[in-house]
């Protein structure tokens, strides 16, 4: 359960630090960047003695890193700019609504059983989360915003299906430790050469407080990742309920972090979600 907790705590945040970036001046992109090196830089540091010859000679992983990654600094940027432009509850609900899109997923693809309890949980979850997110401002809500809580909601879904693939079926002689390394240390290369090209051709300079951000960023954004795949390992529990459970809790503290600390709009409405994706993770533990 100490995994579970952990990348709960991580994941959560994740979208507080993205919301400090504006307060702070930050340049997300910068900061994302250098978050994707440091977290490499922590997977192959806690766990170089896990290097081996074997991981070369059997390359199958390999389109599974190129692809994460590129979901990676992808997502994590249209994430940025989200929890800025409409707060950390919104991005978070949005990016965790994501889970029917995983769960449906690993239900067709593992065969998993579909049980009354299962599904009033998951009735549940997307209850609370709508409840809780989607609340106009009196000038409504954007076509750009929209169109991000969009790309959440299908890439975060395609993302943790495809960790979750990747670990089932996928991962013989390569960690899962290893495995977040690398697709950390590729979307940091492919997020290097947007930056040669943005200093080349815009003359946009790397500040030093976006490199600390970056770092500060890295840490829970590594531990996010292969906490969650060491939950799959080794909790006793269908794929489908531990990612379901993660999903609802983080929404639930980066709301309350939300309406605490940043003072986003609270309403009746969003207390029921609340309530609501609290009573998701009772009955997703007893789908279990």
């Excluded at 395609?158 to 013989?172: F, G």
Aim: proline fraction near 1%; charged fraction near 10%; glycine fraction near 6%.
């Amino acid at each position: 359960m100490i995994a579970l907790a952990g990348t709960i705590i991580s994941s959560t945040l994740i979208f507080v630090i993205f919301r400090l970036f504006e307060k702070y001046k930050i340049d997300t992109f910068q900061a994302i960047v250098f978050n994707y090196f440091t977290a490499f830089i922590c997977g192959v540091a806690l766990y170089s003695h896990e290097l081996s010859l074997e991981i070369w000679k059997d390359l199958n992983w390999l389109p599974y890193t190129l692809l994460v990654s590129i979901l990676f600094i992808s997502l994590f940027f249209v994430m940025g700019k989200s929890a800025q432009k409409n707060g950390v509850a919104m991005t978070s609900i949005s990016v965790k609504m994501s889970l029917a899109v995983s769960m449906i997923g690993m239900i067709l693809i593992y065969n998993e059983t579909i049980t009354s309890f299962k599904i009033i949980g998951i009735l549940l979850a997307l209850s609370g989360v709508l409840l809780i997110s989607f609340e106009k401002n009196n000038s409504g809500t954007s076509t750009n915003s929209l169109k991000m809580l969009l790309i959440l909601f299908i890439g975060s879904g395609i993302l943790d299906l495809a960790l979750n693939y990747t670990q089932q079926h996928v991962l013989i002689h390569l960690t899962p430790a290893l495995f977040s390394s690398f697709g950390f240390g590729l979307a940091g290369i492919t997020g290097t050469l947007i930056l040669i090209y943005q200093a080349y051709f815009k003359s946009v300079s790397i500040k030093f407080k976006n490199i600390l951000a970056g770092i500060i960023l890295g840490i829970p954004n590594y531990f996010s990742i292969f906490l969650l795949l060491k939950s799959y390992e080794v909790i006793d529990y269908t794929n489908s309920s531990i990612l379901a459970i993660v999903n609802v809790s983080v929404v639930v503290f980066s709301a309350v972090f939300g309406f605490v600390i940043f003072r986003e709009l609270f309403t009746v409405k969003k207390g029921i979600g609340l309530i609501a994706s609290l009573l998701a993770i009772l009955f997703l533990y007893l789908a279990s």
